[in-house]
């Protein structure tokens, strides 16, 4: 999977841009403040239309601008495509896949995937569940469309559902409608905490090896998926059984969402359970430790998306290196080959000479290319 161009117009920094990248690495270098994240951004949200730093898509607009429009010419499955996306202030976004208009972004997911490692991302241990749970979700979206789609519809149900609980007091006519919105909540969760827990599994799995490979130490991390509290693993339950565990759970907590005004149950609470040692990493692990620790869950995503899609997803590290001490630098530049990278930093010359690859400067909203030497 190759994304050989990139065009950006009226998108955060840049007025106009574009560029071209290698099929291997690729250092976006530059000062801070110039674009650099911008940038991957841009080539992020290709892979379903949906930003790793804002879920408002007017965001993404340039201020000076009421439109914008990103396009990637990528090759994916053997074939080359083009998406193009076009966002603006007033309209809904609009998606064209190879010039035909597409219904959603679900259409996008295993089309063209990222999977990208920044230093928030290091906050995937120490953060809260909410960093967890979309870190789950932005993964498997971009290899499940209908997981992607089912997001989509959670989302909107539960902001409906959210809204009785918070408005029922000032209109008790709400409550006639509760029970539906609760129901759908349910069916529409079920469908996620499937997908999620067998690609925790599966991630887990991998994670656990991969940290006893950076580490080279005893300590062992363990990754675990936990939804509400009925539910010890969704897994061995048939979607019947799971489907109708919700309900049982959504009402023993029917009165005290009514009371609190808040959904209280629900796969909006779901998280990754992580230990290292025996012990809960978010509040045991050293720095080192969980940076260890969220560096294997990311790779981990690398490794599982590279398996079901047949092909490398194109991997994003946003001046993570200069977060990672030699050690896990080498381990990830060692990891990484036989796929395209695109590596965000400062001291472009040091990765260079530790990667090679093509050199692009940013600076100002502006791109500018050097072929390597």
């Given at each position: 999977m190759i994304l050989n161009s990139l065009e950006l117009l009226g998108f955060r920094s840049y007025h106009s841009a574009s560029c071209?990248?290698?099929p291997g690495i690729?250092?976006?270098?530059?000062?801070?403040?110039?674009?650099?994240?911008n940038l991957l951004e841009g080539v992020y949200y290709l892979s379903g239309a949906r930003s790793f730093r804002t879920r408002t898509d007017r965001e993404l607009i340039r201020l000076e601008e009421d439109e914008a429009a990103i396009r990637g010419a990528i090759v994916s499955g053997g074939r080359e495509q083009l998406i193009d996306i076009y966002l603006s202030r007033r309209e809904r976004k609009k998606i064209f896949l190879n010039g035909v208009k597409q219904k959603n972004a679900s259409a996008l997911s295993g089309r063209f995937c990222c999977v990208l490692f920044s230093p928030e991302d290091l906050e995937l241990v120490r953060g809260g569940p909410a960093e967890r749970r979309k870190y789950m979700d932005l993964a498997i979206s971009q290899l499940r469309p209908q997981y992607a789609q089912t997001l989509g519809e959670f989302q909107k149900v539960y902001g409906e559902k959210a809204r009785i609980l918070k408005d029922w007091r000032e209109r008790p006519d709400l409550l006639e409608v509760l029970d539906d919105y609760s129901l759908s909540l349910a069916r529409l969760g079920a469908v996620l905490i499937r997908y999620r827990a067998a690609w925790c599994r599966r991630a887990g799995e991998a994670a656990e090896r991969l940290h006893g490979e950076i580490s080279g130490r005893d300590e062992?991390?363990?990754?675990?998926?936990?939804?509400?509290?009925?539910?010890?693993?969704?897994?061995?339950?048939?979607?019947?059984?799971?489907?109708?565990?919700l309900l049982l759970h959504q009402e023993k907590h029917r009165q005290a969402e009514l009371d609190s005004g808040l959904c209280l149950s629900g796969a909006h609470k779901d998280d990754l359970k992580l230990e290292i040692g025996g012990l809960p990493a978010g509040k045991y692990a050293s720095q080192g430790q969980a940076r260890t620790a969220a560096?294997?869950?990311?790779?981990?995503?690398?490794?599982?998306?590279?398996?079901?899609?047949?092909?490398?997803?194109?991997?994003?590290?946003?001046?993570?290196?200069?977060e990672l001490d030699g050690l896990r630098q080498d381990y990830v530049l060692n990891s990484i080959g036989g796929g395209q990278v695109l590596i965000t930093c400062c001291a472009s010359e040091e990765v260079r000479r530790k990667t090679g690859g093509k050199l692009i400067y940013v600076e100002g909203g502006k791109l500018r290319e050097c072929t390597s030497t």
């Open positions: 071209s990248f290698d690729n250092i976006i270098a530059g000062i801070n403040a110039q674009g650099k994240t062992k991390l363990r990754v675990g998926y936990t939804t509400v509290s009925s539910i010890e693993d969704p897994l061995d339950l048939t979607p019947a059984q799971l489907l109708e565990t560096l294997a869950l990311k790779l981990a995503e690398w490794e599982l998306a590279r398996s079901d899609l047949g092909e490398s997803p194109v991997l994003l590290l946003d001046d993570v290196l200069s």
